[in-house]
C-alpha cells in the first residue's frame, strides 16, 4: 500500500482545519472537562477519536455508503444520538451540587468519558457521511487496500482531533477547578454543561444530510 506524499501534503492541512472547526466533538470534550475536571476532559477525546477510527473502518467496508443510502438507517441512528445526549444532560442536571466541591474535583471517571465519547461519535451518522464524503477523494484504488489507506487517513484526522479536543477538555476542566470553590459557581457550571449537551441534541436533531 502507498499513499502519494502530494495526496498527504494536502490532505493533512485540510483534516488541520476540520479539527479546528468547532463541532459537536469539541463541544462534547468541552462539556466534559467542565463537568468532571481535565482528565475526563482528555479521555471524552480520545473517546470520539475512537468512534471516528471505527466510522472510518466502517468506511473502508462500505457501511458508510449504506447508511447514506438508507435514511431510515440515518434516521434511527440520529435519534438514538439524540435521545444519549439529553439522557447526558438530565445526569449532569440532576448531580448534585456537591459533587463539583473541591474535594472531588480531582476525581474524574476517564472511562465512563471514553465510552460516552465513542458512543457519542458512534451515533452521530453525520460522522459516517462526512468519511463517506471525504476520505474517498485521497483514497486511490491503484494505490493499494483501500481499507487500510481508510484507516490510514482516519488516523492521521484523530491525531489532529484528539489533540485539539484533549486541550479544549483539559482547559475545560482547569476553569472547573476554579469554579468549584464556589457552590453557586459550581451549580451553575452543572447549568452550562447540561445546556452543552441539550445543544449537542439539538443539533444532531435538525441536522440533515
Known amino acids: 500500500m502507498v499513499i502519494d506524499p502530494q495526496t498527504l501534503y494536502v490532505f493533512v492541512p485540510v483534516a488541520l482545519a476540520l479539527n479546528l472547526t468547532p463541532g459537536a466533538d469539541m463541544l462534547f470534550c468541552l462539556g466534559q472537562g467542565a463537568r468532571s475536571g481535565p482528565k475526563t476532559g482528555l479521555a471524552a477525546s480520545v473517546g470520539i477519536a475512537t468512534g471516528s477510527f471505527i466510522h472510518a473502518l466502517a468506511g473502508g467496508l462500505g457501511l458508510a455508503a449504506l447508511i447514506a443510502a438508507h435514511p431510515v438507517a440515518f434516521e434511527v441512528i440520529r435519534w438514538t444520538g439524540v435521545a444519549y445526549l439529553l439522557y447526558l444532560a438530565v445526569q449532569t442536571f440532576r448531580s448534585p451540587a456537591g459533587s463539583m466541591s473541591p474535594a472531588q474535583t480531582v476525581r474524574s471517571d476517564a472511562f465512563q468519558a471514553w465510552r460516552d465519547g465513542v458512543v457519542v461519535c458512534l451515533l452521530n451518522p453525520k460522522v459516517a457521511i462526512f468519511m463517506l464524503a471525504l476520505v474517498p477523494q485521497f483514497v486511490d484504488p491503484a494505490g493499494g487496500s483501500i481499507l487500510v489507506q481508510f ?59
Open 151 to 209: 484507516l490510514v487517513f482516519g488516523t492521521i484526522l484523530n491525531i489532529g482531533g484528539t489533540l485539539i479536543n484533549g486541550l479544549v477538555g483539559i482547559f475545560a476542566g482547569r476553569i472547573r477547578g476554579i469554579l468549584a470553590r464556589n457552590k453557586h459557581a459550581a451549580r451553575g457550571l452543572q447549568y452550562v454543561t447540561s445546556f452543552i449537551f441539550v445543544g449537542l441534541a439539538a443539533k444532531l436533531a435538525v441536522g440533515r444530510h
